[in-house]
């Protein structure tokens, strides 16, 4: 079974304000005599499920055709913080191992962590803060194995962070973003992730339809 952990890229769905939202509009339409329907896509980078690429932080760093394939497919172990966490909480190295139900003598973690904040973008509202991962998390996950951090928020930082370190520590080291998942209803647990990017070249983002297996 799939299950769609995506968002959908609709009109309705707010982007991050001041952002371009996704419209739809139309080059050729029967009614007017054309031969076909033919549409046109405007969006942000950043509408919808997307994975970032490490150009969306530093102009000197790679692409969204440099997306990595094999890291978007494979195993990924859902977590979901406690609902009575606060919105703008931090999530720490030790939040991140009792989660994961790691003993604090282990030192490799998953490649593959999705994380439910709770504090996810709805047909109507874009949230006005939501927890994000310490730079230290980061580094912690990063030097022990992951390769891939994903969060229904709309961003892996905090949203007044100007300076995005947990995309620096993640992009840096190697590892990679998903961010807009739609996680609300699933399970904490163990999935197989099909999540890839579609094949942009030049962009600092691409849009992704993500789904999750149950393994």
């Not at 890229?9 to 371009?20: L, M, Q, R």
């Not at 005599?33 to 405007?42: D, E, I, R, S």
């Amino acid at each position: 079974m799939l299950i769609d952990i995506s968002l959908p890229f609709a009109s309705h769905v707010p982007v991050w304000p001041g952002d371009i939202p996704f419209s739809c509009g139309w080059t050729a339409r029967r009614e007017d005599g054309a031969a076909v329907n033919l549409g046109a896509l405007t969006m942000s980078a950043h509408a919808g499920t997307h994975a970032d690429a490490p150009l969306h932080v530093e102009s000197s760093w790679r692409a969204s055709e440099s997306l990595p394939a094999d890291v978007f497919v494979g195993p990924v172990h859902v977590i979901a913080l406690p609902t009575d966490l606060a919105s703008d909480a931090v999530i720490t190295r030790e939040l991140v191992v009792a989660l994961l139900a790691l003993r604090h003598t282990d030192v490799v973690v998953p490649m593959r962590i999705l994380c439910r904040t709770n504090q996810s973008v709805s047909h109507d509202a874009f949230p006005d803060a939501w927890p994000a991962l310490s730079e230290d998390a980061a580094d912690w996950l990063t030097n022990n194995g992951l390769r891939l951090w994903g969060t229904d928020a709309p961003s892996v930082d905090a949203r007044p962070s100007k300076e995005l370190p947990v995309h620096h520590a993640l992009f840096s080291a190697g590892a990679y973003v998903l961010e807009n998942l739609a996680l609300r209803d699933v399970v904490p647990g163990v999935y197989e992730l099909l999540a890839q990017p579609l094949a942009i070249h030049g962009a600092d983002a691409a849009p992704v339809r993500a789904m999750l297996r149950a393994v």
